[in-house]
């Protein structure tokens, strides 16, 4: 399989809820392809998503590994493409989901 063969299968996932499944076929597609935007931006959204849905069940400190992982692949975003016009939001995006998981620590949720 190819990039875009991953990134299709990682949106299908995501259309069908099946995240874990979206960030793995994400996660291929941006190994294989490190410069794509949009491959980093959508593992991004699955990684937050998920994290979230995780959130909700009380494991915080497994959600934060998610949400970690969200900001990296937002900077990565970035950082593959600054003149994408999302480019800039992916950045604020991290920086938020980063100062976010920062006060759920210091709230003591998870180490």
Avoid: V
Avoid at 39 to 44: D, F, K, N, R, S
């Amino acid at each position: 399989m190819d990039t875009a063969d991953w990134f299709e299968l990682g949106r299908e996932a995501m259309q069908s809820g099946r995240l874990e499944d979206a960030i793995n076929a994400f996660n291929q597609a941006s190994s294989m392809t490190p410069s794509s935007f949009a491959a980093w931006w959508e593992l991004g959204r699955a990684c937050n998503l998920f994290g979230t849905e995780i959130e909700g069940t009380g494991d915080h400190s497994r959600a934060n590994m998610y949400k970690i992982k969200a900001a990296f692949s937002f900077d990565r975003a970035a950082r593959a493409n600054p003149n994408d016009p999302n480019a800039t939001k992916a950045k604020a995006y991290a920086g938020t989901i980063r100062e976010a998981q920062k006060r759920k620590k210091e709230m003591g949720l998870f180490e």
